[in-house]
């Protein structure tokens, strides 16, 4: 699933939660959620109405192939998705004023993200291209002049993160936190994972000397080669 890396309170079975390919499973758990199944194969929402997701998707983040596969499969169960490309300018300004049915522009965090910048991992879980909850971080600081009342689950995570900055790395509390933050947002589903540990190359030429061999780290929210100072480097 959809965790952090390389912190010490993700467990495997975090890192397994609900990954399994269960069609049968995923049907249990929207006739469940009163999504009944048309005589068309589609679902209805709770509420009786038709139920559409149009997943709007741009070439930056994903490709029309993995958008595909995936509607594909959520086809199957009676989901009724339309795919669409479009901009990332598009698709940011969607999430940013919260008119998308889907979005998923978000850099899985590693430790040092998490420590000093852990809205990352809390609503609206980025702020360039939000995920979900942009009329609660509103409601959060606004003290409720505006946006939106979050639901109980995202009220905790925002309450978890005020703390989380004030506690010691590697600290019991640290512990407590993060574990309690990572069962929030797994348990809700917030933020669905795909697939991961894609192999990232680094190609360097050899003209470029004082580059670290440990180079094992190139991520958006890690500043890509910027802790590896390339200020430094220099040609032969």
Known sequence: QAVPIGVPFVTDANRNYLIA???????????????????????????????????????????????????????????????????????????????SDINMEWDVPYEPTMISQIDVYIPPYSDIGPLVGVPWRDWVASNGASGEEPPAWAKRLFELSEVWKTVLP????????????????????????TMGSLPRPLVVTNKITNIPEGWNVSHFNYGYDYPYRADQWYFK
Do not use: C
């Open 170 to 193: 590697g600290s019991k509390r640290y512990m407590e936190i993060g574990t309690e933050m990572v069962k929030i947002n797994l348990e809700n589903l917030v933020i669905i994972g």
């Open 21 to 99: 390919h269960d069609p049968a499973g995923a049907k249990v758990l929207l006739d469940d959620m009163g999504m009944k199944m048309g005589s068309d194969g589609k679902r209805t929402g709770p509420d009786g109405k038709p139920f559409t997701l149009l997943w709007e998707f741009t070439a930056q983040h994903s490709s029309a192939e993995f958008a595909t596969l995936v509607s594909d499969y959520w086809k199957k169960v009676g989901i009724n998705v339309t795919v669409k490309e479009v901009t990332t300018q598009l698709m940011r300004e969607k999430a940013s004023n919260s008119t």
